[in-house]
């Protein structure tokens, strides 16, 4: 695989944006709060590393018999474990934009069918204008991606404990379609986000979701995580 990104790659999207509302992952245990902020101070980062050092390691299982629909189709709103915003009448792909979006508006007579938002992309640092019309501008990026998790065990899950990890927010953020069509299914060793000042704050993201779901990462994929937080 290629070394993880290390600038802006991404399509024209418009201007720098910030942090917008973005908040750390730190204090966002369970990703019900937006974005992804930059985790900067030494002891912030200190708290990083030893929550990454929590994150099991094993290698990288074969892909044999993995299907999207191992995992529930997507978006659905029928995760059975209880993560949040499930069953709530509106679809993970719509809750994620509303989470994180500004200048949200709905189709008329709706309050869950998102059609324009305004977005601070963590993964570009950029700020996006997004319309329904064209949807593939923003897509919902699998922190941990659904075929590395079936790789890292979750071929063995149930389907309710894969239908949950894949509508968990804690594992989903909004950003720019092509930068989640680079990343593909890699792990941090392979794949970081152009943005350099959210790489621990991506790493964080990442040990939250493998510490959650007891889900493993590769021995090379924690030692990346560490080195985003200054291990």
């Not at 970081?192 to 493998?210: D, F, G, K, T």
Request: proline share 9%.
């Amino acid at each position: 695989m290629a070394p993880p990104a290390a600038g802006g790659t991404a399509g024209p999207v418009g201007p720098a944006g910030g942090d917008g509302r973005a908040v750390s992952p730190l204090d966002n245990p369970d990703g019900t709060k937006p974005g992804l902020a930059a985790i900067t101070s030494a002891g912030d980062k200190a708290e990083a590393r030893a929550l990454i050092k929590k994150v099991a390691t094993k290698g990288r299982g074969p892909k044999t018999g993995y299907a999207r629909d191992e995992f529930g189709y997507a978006w659905m709103d029928s995760a059975p474990g209880g993560v949040p915003f499930s069953h709530n009448g509106c679809d993970s792909r719509n809750d994620l934009l509303k989470r994180d979006g500004e200048d949200v508006r709905f189709r008329g007579g709706s309050t869950c069918v998102v059609v324009s938002l305004t977005l601070h992309d963590p993964y570009t640092g950029r700020t996006i204008a997004w319309t329904k019309a064209h949807a593939t501008k923003v897509q919902i990026d699998h922190v941990m991606p659904l075929s590395y998790d079936w790789q890292m065990g979750a071929a063995h899950w149930s389907k309710g404990k894969r239908e949950d990890i894949a509508n968990d927010p804690l594992n989903l953020i909004p950003v720019d379609g092509p930068t989640n069509g680079a990343k593909s299914d890699s792990g941090p060793a392979s794949w970081l986000p152009p943005n350099q000042r959210i790489r621990c704050s991506y790493a964080v993201r990442v040990a939250q979701v493998s510490v959650k779901y007891d889900l493993p990462v590769t021995p090379s994929d924690k030692e990346a995580m560490l080195r985003q937080c200054g291990g």
